[in-house]
């Protein structure tokens, strides 16, 4: 090994990011997370630490940003940090907090070390789109602009400090070496700002973000932190909140360390620790060399030489101590490979992780699920067990008391600190009840299939019959409105309306049994709690509206209503694979079917009411019209000319139309349920939930007079250029006559 001398002339230092499970507004919670990671940091030597996007106080703190009491508790929980001595050991901690300067609202960076604030540094770019609404919260400060900042009167008698520099600036340290801050949002930007700090010569930039968890979004993210540096230089850190805060996202942590384009370190993206910290030891006269080596870079550099001395704020002292720093260097993680999950993976991993979340802080002792033997409640089914899997495997890997996943499971099921589980059905069987809910009208084989499904994973499982309840209901009707009527099925002879009726009493009805089923069960298994109900509706399905309101669709939480059938298929053959759990391989090749229509005796093992022909169309099509509607942002007509070019060796013209004139009656006239959907979490860029991700009306003119009308005027122009390419076309009003109810059934 080369002796310690030879390396005088490097220039090394050793860096921590972190991923942590914050909970908004849960102050002290999140100040001992915080403290722990810095803990965690100096027993690593580190001499920079870098935390999560509004850590303090926790990301979704949304109106509650509005309210002074946050701002307070904040810097009370920072004070209490720098007391404890999270700030000492000559660590440079960059917090992420709000600040509120001259009346004005800002999402915060603050960087501090030994005692001392050395820079408040406000976010430029504000994050909008999807379910983000920081404008509403904050203000972006604007560039080149500095101010200093009056401190509290008691973090003044901590720091002894009373003013502090406050704007988009970076820090200088005597040993030549340049930190900068960058947040969230500001990474994805057209002119992001880490381009400019790494001309002026910035080493290091620290990423604190609240990224959620979307299906296939992990790829972009990694690839903008790559690029950062792979075009520029340096190295960018990369600190991400994991977990549920309190709402329907789920923050996937992936704490990162970059240098060159070469990731170092990289955290996991699904896990249930509380406090995840990466390590990486660099020697930034590779950076130097690395930025050298590019002409390019070094013409652009010396033009901004006259706006160095405005972006920095100099530190009376050095950022490093070689002597710990050539230790580390030693051990430091060599470049790896990028690790991603499978989109498969993400469906279940993450709706599991928040399922834990959510199950730990809502005080709840389990879910209830009514269990169909279909593809979607088994999906659902399936996510809880793989949380119980990586429950079991949690604990299993660290049996101490001190494990805090232990702790909260014991307290969960009502279980000494004694206690152990022997296997991950022993988990399942304790937290996880299901109920398969039939009536007149169910089949055997869906009744066999949720039973056996259950049976593998380990739930406690129930088979019940609700006839009774649906025949006192309509006998219920039949007394208030004087006994002559009595409504039947279509196929008896009656009306849409009676058909639509029966059906629909019988998805509400397992609403109804499922909450008491949820407030119950504990009591009968000698247990203290109560059940969080479980909702299984895709995201497909409610963009269309093919459910009935306040059917078994409502619940507490849904962990699948923004994942696409498609998508819980492939989820759903994958932990085929991986837990050898057979049932799923019969739900995922039956056909899916409501069974709310009387079956024949020839039907009694499989229903013949399958979805795809209640809904005109197909799942595969389904999913194309979500994504067309909401992540490519489609009305009627862009939304036909688009599949005249991607569906045009499917259909001809007039079958497209009328496909696309079908999907915007059925989202239109059923548009109103999203007001009443359950909070799901949030996977696709095309989540319908309302007033979160999807801020459209609820009342339609279900015509699109104008929309169809120009549609067929496309169909007309292209049957005089293709005659034989056309057929007639069905007109607006004949549109809406293919149905006549306004609430379909699940």
Same mark, same amino acid.
């Given at each position: ?241 994991? &977990?549920?805060? /309190?709402?329907? *996202?789920?923050?996937? @942590?992936? +704490? ?6 070469? %990731?170092? !370190? ?96 809502? &005080?709840?002792? /389990?879910?209830? *699920?009514?269990?169909? @033997?279909? +593809? ?6 399936? %996510?809880? !067990? ?96 004087? &006994? ?8 008896? @002879? ?253």
């Amino acid at each position: 090994m080369a002796s310690e001398n030879s390396f005088v002339s490097s220039k090394l230092i050793t860096v921590s990011s972190c991923n942590l499970n914050q909970w908004s507004l849960d102050f002290s919670g999140n100040l001992e997370r915080i403290f722990e990671s810095c803990k965690i940091a100096k027993e690593r030597r580190s001499n920079y630490r870098l935390g999560p996007e509004l850590e303090i106080c926790g990301y979704g703190c949304e109106d509650h940003y509005f309210e002074m009491d946050t701002f307070e508790h904040c810097w009370d929980s920072l004070v209490e940090l720098i007391e404890r001595g999270a700030t000492d050991d000559d660590l440079l901690c960059d917090f992420g907090m709000p600040v509120l300067h001259k009346g004005v609202r800002y999402n915060c960076r603050i960087l501090c070390k030994n005692r001392k604030i050395l820079l408040i540094r406000p976010k430029r770019s504000m994050a909008d789109g999807g379910n983000y609404r920081e404008s509403r919260y904050f203000t972006a400060f604007p560039e080149g602009f500095m101010d200093e900042y009056i401190l509290p009167k008691n973090i003044q008698q901590i720091t002894n400090q009373r003013k502090v520099p406050f704007g988009v600036s970076c820090l200088e340290f005597e040993d030549e070496i340049r930190i900068g801050c960058e947040t969230c949002e500001e990474l994805w930007t057209p002119q992001s700002t880490h381009i400019e700090m790494s001309l002026l010569g910035v080493d290091i930039i620290g990423n604190g973000s609240g990224s959620h968890h979307e299906l296939r979004k992990l790829n972009s993210r990694l690839e903008l932190m790559i690029m950062a540096t792979k075009k520029c230089g340096g190295v960018y850190l990369y600190a991400n909140q994991r &977990g549920c805060d /309190g709402g329907r *996202l789920y923050f996937d @942590g992936c +704490a990162m360390i970059v240098c060159n384009g070469e %990731i170092l !370190a990289q955290g996991d993206q699904f896990s249930l620790k509380d406090v995840d910290v990466i390590t990486a030891t660099i020697d930034l006269n590779d950076v130097s060399s690395y930025r050298a080596s590019i002409p390019s870079f070094g013409v652009q550099a010396a033009e901004r030489v006259s706006n160095e001395k405005s972006l920095f704020v100099s530190c009376d002292n050095d950022c490093f101590q070689s002597n710990e720093s050539i230790k580390n260097f030693y051990k430091q993680n060599t470049i790896i490979s990028l690790r991603k999950h499978l989109v498969e993976e993400e469906c279940c991993y993450g709706p599991a992780c928040w399922l834990w979340d959510y199950l730990r802080r809502s &005080g709840a002792s /389990g879910y209830f *699920l009514p269990l169909s @033997g279909g +593809a979607d409640s088994s999906a659902t089914a399936t %996510i809880v !067990a793989v949380m119980c899997v990586m429950v079991y495997k949690n604990i299993k890997s660290n049996p101490s008391s001190s494990n805090e996943v232990a702790q909260d499971l014991r307290r969960i099921c009502g279980k000494p600190s004694s206690w152990v589980p022997s296997s991950y059905q022993e988990i399942t069987h304790q937290i996880l009840h299901t109920c398969f809910m039939g009536t007149s009208n169910s089949s055997n084989a869906t009744s066999k299939r949720s039973k056996k499904l259950a049976e593998q994973i380990g739930a406690y499982h129930l088979n019940i019959q609700i006839d009774i309840l649906i025949r006192a209901a309509l006998k219920v009707f039949n007394i208030a409105t004087g &006994g002559a009527f009595v409504p039947k099925y279509k196929n008896e @002879g009656g009306k849409s309306c009676e058909d639509l009726a029966l059906q629909n009493i019988q998805a509400r009805m397992r609403m109804v049994m499922s909450y008491m089923f949820a407030q119950l069960l504990p009591w009968t298994r000698s247990q203290n709690g109560f059940l969080l109900v479980l909702g299984s509706s895709n995201v497909d399905e409610a963009l269309r509206g093919y459910f009935t309101k306040y059917d078994c669709s409502s619940a507490d939480v849904n962990p699948i209503g923004a994942i696409s059938k498609l998508d819980l298929k492939r989820m759903l053959l994958w932990a085929l694979n991986e837990y050898q759990w057979d049932a799923l391989d019969e739900i995922c090749h039956a056909k899916p079917t409501a069974e709310l229509r009387p079956i024949s005796l020839e039907e009694e093992n499989e229903h013949d009411q399958t979805d795809e022909q209640d809904m005109g169309m197909t799942y595969h099509e389904l999913g194309v019209f979500g994504t067309l509607r909401k992540a490519a942002r489609c009305g009627p007509v862009s939304m036909f000319r688009k599949l005249l070019l991607t569906w045009n060796h499917l259909y001809i013209p007039t079958e497209i139309a009328q496909k696309v004139k079908s999907f915007f009656y059925y989202y239109s006239v059923n548009r109103h349920k999203m007001t009443t959907v359950t909070p799901s979490y949030h996977a696709e860029n095309y989540s319908p939930d309302d007033n979160r991700f999807d801020l459209r009306p609820f009342l339609y003119n279900t015509k699109w007079v104008s929309q169809f009308a120009k549609i067929d005027s496309i169909l007309k122009l292209m049957t005089q250029i293709q005659p034989n390419r056309n057929q007639n076309v069905k007109t607006v009003n004949q549109v809406e006559d293919l149905v006549d109810d306004k609430d379909k059934v699940e």
